[in-house]
């Protein structure tokens, strides 16, 4: 089955800064990645995700990179700020009823 | 707005009890599937099910079972509770044809087996 690795587990930065959290996937026939984001306490929700036909897409101040050929994907958050702390997830999945392999977390906290 | 809700946010059960932990969509999703959370592994799924009395086993099924019996309410049933099953149960839907295969989570089950 799939598998996906994410890095780094933990990522602290300085608001301002830019953060960047990377995952690999090992099955070729996925197509579709997206990122979730989960506050304390609260349910995970998506962010952004990206289809295997596109190889970067952007939202505001995040942007996920995708490089099928080395099976890996990236998000990256730019001027970041306190609210973006939180757990960052990763996912993967191939057209089967749509199950979604997840990465293991990244906490990110952004300090003032 | 998707509204996933789990029926329990917070149990402590004994050890050998039998547990249900219940969710109820309201988008008339085809897909439902339990994850559970743990710290440094992420969420790994339990079971799904793509249709009514349909489930498939995820990559960590022994110990659970579930039953859905209509199409907005997917169960997870812990048979015998053990206090390895202490966790963050999330569930979760969304629509088999969905062209990113996007799902929703609910706000999360933690239960505690002592």
């Known amino acids: 089955g799939e598998n996906v690795e994410q890095h780094p587990s933990t990522l602290s930065v300085q608001e301002g800064d830019s953060a960047v959290i990377k995952c690999t996937y090992s099955?070729?026939?996925?197509?579709?990645f997206p990122w979730y984001k989960q506050e304390l306490g609260k349910r995970p929700q998506l962010i952004i995700d990206?289809?295997?036909?596109?190889g970067e897409k952007k939202d505001q101040r995040i942007a996920v990179t995708l490089n099928k050929t080395a099976k890996h994907f990236s998000l990256h958050i730019t001027e970041t700020q306190p609210e973006d702390s939180a757990v960052y997830f990763c996912?993967?999945?191939?057209?089967?009823?749509?199950?979604?392999?997840f990465g293991q977390g990244t906490i990110l906290t952004v300090h003032p | 707005d998707v509204k996933v809700t789990q029926s329990s946010r917070y149990l402590v059960k004994r050890t050998g009890e039998k547990v249900f932990l219940e969710c109820v969509q309201d988008?008339?999703?085809?897909?439902m599937f339990w994850y559970r959370q743990d710290p440094g592994l992420g969420l790994r799924l339990i079971y799904f099910?793509?249709?009514?009395?349909?489930?498939e086993k995820g990559d960590i099924p022994e110990g659970y079972s579930v039953s859905r019996e209509k199409k907005e309410r997917f169960s997870l049933i812990l048979e015998s509770a053990s206090t390895n099953q202490t966790s963050m149960y999330l569930c979760?839907?969304?629509?088999?044809?969905?062209?990113?295969?996007?799902?929703?989570f609910g706000e999360g089950s933690w239960l505690t087996v002592v």
């Open positions: 099955d070729s026939a996925s197509n579709y």
């Open positions: 990206i289809r295997s036909n596109v």
């Open positions: 996912a993967a999945s191939k057209k089967s009823y749509g199950k979604l392999t």
């Open positions: 979760a839907s969304g629509r088999l044809d969905s062209p990113g295969n996007t799902i929703y």
């Open positions: 099910s793509y249709d009514v009395k349909m489930k």
């Open positions: 988008m008339d999703h085809e897909n």
